[in-house]
């Protein structure tokens, strides 16, 4: 089993910045892709960013230019720098990873708990 545990969430104003960390734990061998969604009340659960595990980045068009997707593959860890935010930021976000555990030949996704990130004046 592999659990993953996000953190960094918060309230800021409009245009501030928060870095989001993405911490995997348990039985792992190797972590394919990473990546982060968000999901508002009502809303479907969207990706926003995703790093393979050769740190290959790709955005949503909502957040390209804003957001910067990273990883440390020596710490099991993601990390998404929100910079410039704006209220339709507003979301619970939560980190993917694609994760090959040890002694077994093929991956399975997992999913953090989610962390809240609201944009308000």
């Known amino acids: 089993q592999v659990q993953l545990v996000e953190s960094g969430g918060g309230s800021v104003q409009p245009g501030g910045s928060l870095r989001l960390s993405c911490v995997a734990s348990?039985?792992?061998?190797?972590?394919?892709?990473m990546g982060w969604y968000r999901q508002s009340p009502g809303k479907e659960r969207e990706l926003v960013a995703s790093i393979s595990s050769g740190g290959d980045a790709n955005y949503a068009g909502a957040v390209r230019s804003r957001f910067t997707i990273s990883r440390d593959n020596a710490k099991n860890t993601a990390y998404l720098q929100m910079n410039s935010l704006k209220p339709e930021d507003t979301a619970v976000y939560y980190c993917n990873a694609d994760v090959l555990e040890r002694l077994r030949i093929r991956t399975n996704k997992y999913w953090g708990q989610g962390t809240q990130v609201t944009v308000s004046s």
């Open positions: 348990g039985s792992i061998r190797t972590i394919y892709g």
